[in-house]
C-alpha cells in the first residue's frame, strides 16, 4: 500500500481521477482541494506505482507528490518540528542531493506559517543533513501540503514527482512586448517534452496570430511560415526568416516534405482541427515533430483524447498527451510524423 497526493488544473482533478482509477484498481481517492488537489491510497508499494505512472504518464496529473507521513496540524511551531524531524530522518536519502522544498497550503489550512517561512527553516534542516539547498535545477524533492486538517510530507525524485515546480504550477517570466500569452504554452511544452530547437530548421504555425508561438521559433532561430487569416503582431515583419500566409489552413498547399516541425494552437473542433492537420501532413518530412493543442470543448475530455489520437495515428506517433499547467481547456500533443 502507497499514499500519494496528486495535482491537476483547476476542474480538472476529476479527470485525472478518472484516469488513475483505471490504472489501479481498488484504489481509495478523496479531495483535498476541490477540482485540483486529491489523497490517494494505492493497494500496490511505491515502486510498481511509479514504473505504471511512467510507463505511460496520465494526461491530468500534473504531480504527483509521495507521502511519508502525516499528521493532523495543530496550528503552531510543533508542525514545524514535525516537518524538520522528517527532513532529518531522511537524511541517507538526501546526503549529497541537490534537494529543493516544495511548501503548498490549501485554502483555510490552519497551518500556521507562509510557503516562504516553512521552506526557509527546511532549507537550514537540509543543509545541516548535508544536502545542497536547490532551487533551480533539483534532483530530489521534499514536497510539503499543509491541507484544510492533515500536514503531508513527502520525499522523492523530481522526475517522480513529475514536475520541478510546486504542484507542477510552471511560471515563467512574462516578457517586455510579449505579444500574447499562448507563448507559455509552447515554452511549457519545449520543457515538457524535452524539445531542441537545434534538431529543427523549418516550422509551419497554423493558426499563428498574433504570433507567441511564432515568436518564439523565430527567436529559437527556426525560419517559420506562419497561417491565419487574422494578423500577426507588427513587431514580428521584420524577420527575415517569417513568411506570412494570410490564409485559412484549409487553402494553403505546400511542396512535399518542406517542414520538420509543425505547430497548431487553432482553438478549434478537435475533429476538424485533426483533418487540417492530416491534410498537410505530406508536406512534412518524415520524422517531422508536431506540437499541437486540442480543445476540450465537449464534455466527455477523455473520450474527445482518445478519439482525436485515433485520428492522428493515420499519419503520426504520439509521444505524449499532456495537459500542461498553461493550457486552460484543452491538452497539448507531441506527435512525431510516421
Ligand atoms: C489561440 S489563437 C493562436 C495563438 C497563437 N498560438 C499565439 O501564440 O499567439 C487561435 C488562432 O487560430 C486561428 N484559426 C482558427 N481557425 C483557423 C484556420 N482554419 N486556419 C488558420 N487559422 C485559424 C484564429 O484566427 C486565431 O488567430
Request: some cysteine.
Amino acid at each position: 500500500m502507497s499514499h500519494w497526493i496528486g495535482t491537476a488544473n483547476r476542474n480538472y482533478a476529476s479527470y485525472a481521477m478518472e484516469e488513475l482509477r483505471k490504472r489501479f484498481q481498488g484504489m481509495n481517492i478523496s479531495q483535498l482541494a476541490p477540482g485540483e488537489t486529491f489523497k490517494m491510497e494505492i493497494p500496490l508499494d511505491r515502486q510498481e506505482v511509479l514504473t505504471e505512472i511512467h510507463r505511460s504518464e496520465p494526461v491530468f496529473l500534473r504531480y504527483l507528490q509521495p507521502v511519508d507521513g502525516s499528521r493532523t496540524i495543530s496550528g503552531d511551531a510543533d508542525d514545524l518540528d514535525w516537518l524538520s524531524d522528517a527532513v532529518r530522518l531522511s537524511r541517507s536519502k538526501l546526503e549529497g542531493q541537490r534537494t529543493g522544498i516544495h511548501v503548498r497550503r490549501a485554502e483555510g489550512s490552519p497551518f500556521a506559517y507562509s510557503a516562504a517561512d516553512t521552506k526557509a527553516v527546511l532549507d537550514a534542516v537540509l543543509a545541516e543533513s548535508g544536502a545542497e539547498p536547490e532551487v533551480r535545477s533539483p534532483d530530489m524533492l521534499v514536497a510539503v501540503y499543509a491541507g484544510r486538517e492533515q500536514l503531508y510530507i513527502g520525499i522523492g525524485s523530481v522526475a517522480d514527482m513529475l514536475s520541478d515546480w510546486p504542484g507542477g504550477a510552471v511560471r515563467f517570466q512574462r516578457e517586455e512586448g510579449q505579444i500574447s500569452r499562448a507563448k507559455f504554452k509552447l515554452l511549457e511544452a519545449e520543457r515538457e517534452f524535452g524539445l531542441n530547437y537545434a534538431d529543427f530548421s523549418e516550422a509551419l504555425d497554423i493558426g499563428a496570430a498574433p504570433g507567441g508561438w511564432t515568436s518564439l521559433l523565430l527567436e529559437r532561430g527556426l525560419r517559420v511560415t506562419a497561417v491565419d487569416p487574422a494578423e500577426l503582431h507588427p513587431s514580428l515583419l521584420q524577420y527575415r526568416t517569417l513568411t506570412v500566409l494570410k490564409k485559412n489552413a484549409s487553402e494553403v498547399k505546400f511542396v512535399p516534405e518542406t517542414f520538420d516541425l509543425l505547430v497548431c494552437d487553432m482553438s478549434w473542433s478537435p475533429m476538424q482541427m485533426c483533418r487540417l492537420v492530416l491534410d498537410l501532413t505530406p508536406s512534412l518530412k518524415a520524422g517531422a515533430a508536431a506540437i499541437v493543442t486540442v480543445k476540450l470543448m465537449h464534455r466527455k475530455p477523455l473520450q474527445t483524447i482518445r478519439d482525436v489520437i485515433a485520428k492522428l495515428e493515420e499519419s503520426f506517433t504520439v509521444n505524449r498527451a499532456k495537459q500542461l499547467f498553461h493550457n486552460r481547456e484543452e491538452i497539448t500533443l507531441y506527435l512525431t510524423k510516421k
